[in-house]
């Protein structure tokens, strides 16, 4: 490491990061303290993983949370894959109006987005719950999953769509094997993001799920408001483990994806 | 593609357009038709209109210092990112490549963690009686009672912890592309270490720098987690206003105010940021 040259930054940097990282750790530690008041260190236990997965709160949020991921996740790629395949031929102005409400979507702070969902329920008369923290996720997903598809799609040579249709392939024949297979990587990709995003989500959640079982981080906020537990440690290192492991295979397809393109892109110039 | 494929084409855009457009604009439309409408306290009917009401109730002093707050602490926590953020990103870009990658992902993975995780962690750590009132009286620095835990200064340092990855990424970007025969030229001509960094380094990481204050920026300002549980529940920033008169007390269409004046003030900023961006240039 280049540390003596840069002595100034590199201590900030160690001190920083040792910030970013120990606040974690003493999650990982409490999770496995013994003393229930986490004042001292009481010996080893996996007591409160037993109690967190017994926890009937948590396991009603892990059901919420992921058939609300889930259905949020295949909305918002449904969404993606049409919207993207549209804006490839779109016109310049087209496209300049689907990227501003594109980024308008994931620039908006959440508690006004989310309010304003809440009012459009409320006027409509329709029940919040469930199916309403689907719809909002899928509002701010599909953002997401667009931006990755639209990256994905514009490095997939449409000359192979028109060779196949050319061929003879019915337009429906095209999609299904070449331009779907083309997008399958990024859709993958996409997806993870959106089910991250849901997975993470607090705000929206917290808003539209009215009398339904909470999704996870929602019942995660309702016990830390005032507490500080050891179950809750135990829980949130369990969130924790399974947020990092989305993310990173997310990282893992998308890092594939750039390497795998940058290679097809040089292939033309090869040829 | 045939004729018959090319004439459906727009029917492409009508999923997301309809989407969109029901639930994400339409919702929008009624946040600011009720900023404008005016509610019964007694029987909770909304009547429509074009009411400034809601508005004139926004410069009582109670939400003014609301509001006040907001952006004093939107702006110190940008600024305590980019402090912290600024030596890190560039020792992180001074490194060998393989470093590099450490480092980076050291920054990153805290930040995947999940997001109510991360404010629990910071709620454990300053708590009254917590490992920082510890550390900091075993370095005998103050009296050992900070009593930061449910103040504003909490709430600052969860959205400094919570965003910084935020502030570090484009930063490093945007070192990292800086040519290092720049560098070189000006030591070549006779400037000292520090004077290429303040002179050469500096003004072209400035568009990362700039970037990052904007991301940082617009989500702290409508932040409603962070001062929900670091801040302990008081009406401290403009997003726990507008949840607490949606939430609680049920004035839709005065939470819509404040909703639309959190819209206006990221709207400035984003205009402001768009000028620095050509000053800049």
């Given at each position: 490491?280049?540390?003596?040259?840069?002595?100034?930054?590199?201590?900030?940097?160690?001190?920083?990061?040792?910030?970013?990282?120990?606040?974690?750790?003493?999650?990982?530690?409490?999770?496995?303290?013994?003393?229930?008041?986490?004042?001292?260190?009481?010996?080893?236990?996996?007591?409160?993983?037993?109690?967190?997965?017994?926890?009937?709160?948590?396991?009603?949020?892990?059901?919420?949370?992921?058939?609300?991921?889930?259905?949020?996740?295949?909305?918002?790629?449904?969404?993606?894959?049409?919207?993207?395949?549209?804006?490839?031929?779109?016109?310049?102005?087209?496209?300049?109006?689907?990227?501003?409400?594109?980024?308008?979507?994931?620039?908006?702070?959440?508690?006004?987005?989310?309010?304003?969902?809440?009012?459009?329920?409320?006027?409509?008369?329709?029940?919040?719950?469930?199916?309403?923290v689907i719809v909002g996720h899928t509002v701010s997903s599909s953002a997401y999953a667009t931006l990755i598809l639209r990256a994905r799609l514009s490095v997939l040579d449409p000359a192979l769509e028109d060779a196949a249709a050319d061929l003879g392939a019915s337009p429906w024949r095209v999609f299904k094997r070449v331009t779907l297979p083309?997008?399958?990587?990024?859709?993958?990709?996409?997806?993870?993001?959106?089910?991250?995003?849901?997975?993470?989500?607090?705000?929206?959640?917290?808003?539209l799920i009215g009398t339904d079982d909470a999704p996870l981080p929602v019942v995660i906020l309702s016990k830390i408001r005032f507490r500080i537990e050891p179950e809750i440690s135990a829980i949130a290192i369990l969130v924790l483990v399974f947020t990092v492991a989305l993310f990173a295979a997310a990282f893992a397809v998308v890092v594939r994806l750039a390497r795998v393109s940058g290679r097809s892109l040089a292939l033309p110039e090869e040829r | 593609m045939k004729g018959g494929a090319r004439a459906l084409r727009p029917l492409l855009l009508l999923p997301t357009a309809a989407w969109v457009a029901a639930f994400f604009l339409v919702p929008l439309a009624m946040i600011v038709a009720y900023s404008f409408a005016t509610i019964s306290l007694i029987t909770l009917d909304v009547s429509f209109g074009l009411s400034l009401a809601n508005y004139r109730e926004l410069f009582d002093p109670l939400y003014l210092s609301t509001l006040g707050r907001s952006v004093v602490l939107a702006l110190g926590a940008t600024a305590g990112c980019l402090v912290l953020a600024l030596p890190l990103a560039f020792f992180i870009s001074r490194q060998p490549p393989r470093w590099q990658r450490v480092l980076l992902v050291a920054v990153i993975v805290p930040f995947w963690s999940s997001f109510i995780v991360r404010i629990y962690a910071v709620a454990r750590v300053i708590d009254d009686g917590g490992p920082l009132e510890d550390a900091l009286r075993a370095l005998s620095i103050g009296s050992g009672d900070l009593g930061l835990a449910q103040t504003r200064w909490a709430i600052g340092v969860g959205i400094v912890y919570s965003y910084l990855p935020l502030m570090v990424l484009p930063i490093y970007v945007a070192l990292d592309r800086v040519d290092r025969s720049l560098l070189d030229a000006a030591a070549d001509l006779g400037a000292p270490a520090r004077r290429g960094f303040r002179r050469v380094t500096l003004p072209l990481a400035l568009p990362g720098v700039l970037a990052g204050c904007v991301i940082v920026g617009i989500p702290a300002l409508g932040e409603y987690v962070i001062p929900d549980v670091l801040g302990g529940g008081k009406t401290l920033m403009l997003g726990n206003v507008v949840a607490d008169q949606f939430l609680k007390t049920g004035n839709l269409p005065f939470g819509s105010a404040v909703a639309v004046a959190l819209l206006a003030v990221m709207a400035i900023v984003l205009i402001g940021q768009r000028l620095a961006r050509q000053v800049v240039r």
């Open positions: 490491m280049n540390v003596r040259r840069h002595l100034f930054s590199a201590v900030v940097s160690v001190a920083v990061l040792l910030c970013l990282w120990l606040p974690l750790a003493f999650i990982v530690i409490d999770s496995l303290n013994a003393n229930e008041l986490l004042a001292t260190w009481g010996g080893a236990t996996t007591r409160w993983y037993g109690e967190a997965v017994d926890d009937e709160s948590v396991r009603s949020g892990l059901r919420a949370t992921l058939t609300i991921a889930g259905a949020s996740t295949a909305l918002s790629l449904a969404l993606a894959v049409s919207g993207v395949l549209w804006y490839r031929r779109a016109g310049l102005r087209g496209r300049r109006a689907f990227d501003a409400l594109t980024y308008l979507r994931i620039m908006l702070p959440e508690v006004v987005f989310a309010v304003a969902l809440f009012l459009l329920f409320a006027r409509l008369d329709l029940q919040l719950g469930t199916a309403a083309g997008l399958l990587p990024g859709m993958l990709a996409a997806g993870l993001l959106a089910f991250t995003f849901s997975f993470d989500d607090v705000v929206t959640s917290l808003f | -």
